[in-house]
């Protein structure tokens, strides 16, 4: 943390912010302000420079030609890399879960490359696009309650030797691979296929994110009566039979 605040850098909400994924940011906010922290917000657009002195970086989804132009401009940039070596703490969402691999299939139906951050790559599924509600159980090294989320995407991410799945889904498909994986993530990036946004709906993912860019294990506890019954209510449904 430099100057005391906590630095979240929300990147190229003028390409990647579908399915409210802004609220991504909204709830880092509100969830290290909650705990004392002083906050400050950077909205970084695809024409200016990515900053490399942030803590805390989110990325959203997007439409498959924004998806291009953002890994276009962030290969270019470079900022986002030389953030992560010097330790920034990285979540990305859908489009941009695939940018931070090292390749996905572009709008063109082109190999892409990314930044390379996350051991994994992206193709295109060849089946129905993976759409609907998500249940999955978080890798229980992280200590969080289930994940659920809303997908949708044509892509289908493999993940290598260096990435472990964030989760593995009761419901939905999650990576699409079909072995029940979904997300990914390393010691320090972060990415997942669901939208919703996922940290309104998961805000403990959101306290990890915290904990890790302020090295520290725990952080004091907020009352999360109504996100608990929000994801009760998200589990109840999702087992409701179709
Ligand atoms: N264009 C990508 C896909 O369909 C990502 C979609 C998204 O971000 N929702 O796989």
Redesign the pocket.
Known sequence: MSDNSLRVVWIYPDL?S??G?QGNVLVVERRARQRGLDVARLDVRSDQPIPTSGDIYLI?????RP?RLAAERLRRDGGLDRAVGNGAIVFS??????ILGHE?IN?LGQREPGLGLLDVV?V??EGA??VGDVLGDIDPRLGLPPLTGF??????THLGPTARPLAKVRFGNGNGTGDGTEGAFNETVFGT?M?GPVLARNPLIADLLLKLALDVNALPPTDDRWYESLRNERIAAAQQPA
């Open positions: 990647l579908t399915y994924d959203g989804g997007g439409e498959d998806q969402v859908c489009a941009g879960y695939q996905f709008d992206s295109r599924g696009r993976c997908e949708n995407h044509q892509g289908v296929y939208h």
